[in-house]
C-alpha cells in the first residue's frame, strides 16, 4: 500500500460536520475514523512508524481525543501515558501552562511528577489548527526539562500554520494528511 493510499482510506474515515460548534467552523469529527478497526489501527501505525524501536519513555496526550490516540501510541512503543489536561481535572499537584484563545486564555496542566528531566516525550493529538493548544503542552512539557521527540497528530489545517509555533519550540511536527481551510 502506497502512503497516499493511506491518506485516502484516512481522508474517507472523518466525517466533516459544518457550523459546529459555531458557524462558520468545519468539525472534523475523527469519531467515524476511531469507529473503523482498520482505519484506527492504520492512523495509529501510521503515527508511530517514524520511532518503533525507539526509547521513548512517555507519550503525552491532549484532552480528550489526544488520550484516544495517545494511549494507542503508548501501548504501541512500549511507553507511558501522560494526560494534559484542561484546568482542575487531575486530582494530584499539578504544573499549568495559560494559552491565548480567540477571546480569552485557557490553561492545561499535568501531574507534577509525571515527567523526569531527559524523558524522551511524544505529544499526541488528533488536530492542529492554530498551534495554540499543542504549544502550550510542549512548553510545559519542556519546563519539566522532557526531550519532546516529535508532536504528533492525524490532521493539519495548514490555513492555520500552528505547525510553525510548535517548530518554533524546536519540536519535529508529523501529521498524517490535510484539510484545506479552517
Ligand atoms: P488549536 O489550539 O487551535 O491548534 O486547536 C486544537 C484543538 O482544538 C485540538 O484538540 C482539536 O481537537 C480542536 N480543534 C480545533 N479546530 C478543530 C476542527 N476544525 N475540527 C475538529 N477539532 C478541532
Same mark, same amino acid.
Given at each position: 500500500m502506497t502512503e497516499t493510499s493511506i491518506q +485516502?482510506? =484516512?481522508l474517507a *474515515?472523518?466525517? !466533516?460536520i459544518p457550523d459546529y460548534p459555531k458557524e462558520g467552523i468545519l %468539525?472534523?469529527? &475523527? !469519531? $467515524? =475514523? =476511531? @469507529?473503523? #478497526?482498520r482505519a484506527f489501527r492504520r492512523a495509529v501505525d501510521a503515527l508511530v512508524q517514524p520511532w518503533a524501536g525507539s526509547k521513548i519513555e512517555q507519550v503525552a496526550g491532549i484532552e480528550a481525543r489526544g488520550f484516544i490516540l495517545g494511549g494507542a501510541v503508548a501501548h504501541q512503543l512500549s511507553a507511558g501515558f501522560v494526560p494534559i489536561r484542561k484546568k482542575g481535572k487531575l486530582p494530584?499537584? $499539578?504544573?499549568?501552562? !495559560?494559552y491565548s484563545l480567540e477571546y480569552g486564555t485557557d490553561e492545561i496542566e499535568m501531574?507534577? +511528577? *509525571?515527567i523526569r528531566p531527559g524523558d524522551k516525550v511524544i505529544v499526541v493529538d488528533? =488536530? &492542529? *489548527? $492554530? @498551534? @495554540?493548544? #499543542?504549544e502550550a503542552a510542549c512548553k510545559l512539557l519542556q519546563e519539566q526539562g522532557a526531550e519532546i521527540v516529535a *508532536?504528533? %497528530? &492525524?490532521? +493539519?489545517?495548514? #490555513?492555520?500554520? @500552528?505547525?510553525?509555533k510548535i517548530e518554533a519550540l524546536d519540536v519535529p511536527v508529523r501529521t498524517l494528511l490535510e484539510f484545506p481551510g479552517h
Open positions: +485516502d482510506e =484516512l *474515515a472523518i466525517r !466533516t %468539525f472534523r469529527d &475523527i !469519531t $467515524t =475514523l =476511531l @469507529g473503523n #478497526a494530584f499537584e $499539578t504544573v499549568q501552562m !495559560t501531574h507534577k +511528577d *509525571a488528533d =488536530l &492542529i *489548527a $492554530t @498551534g @495554540g493548544t #499543542a *508532536a504528533c %497528530f &492525524i490532521i +493539519d489545517l495548514p #490555513a492555520l500554520n @500552528g505547525r510553525s
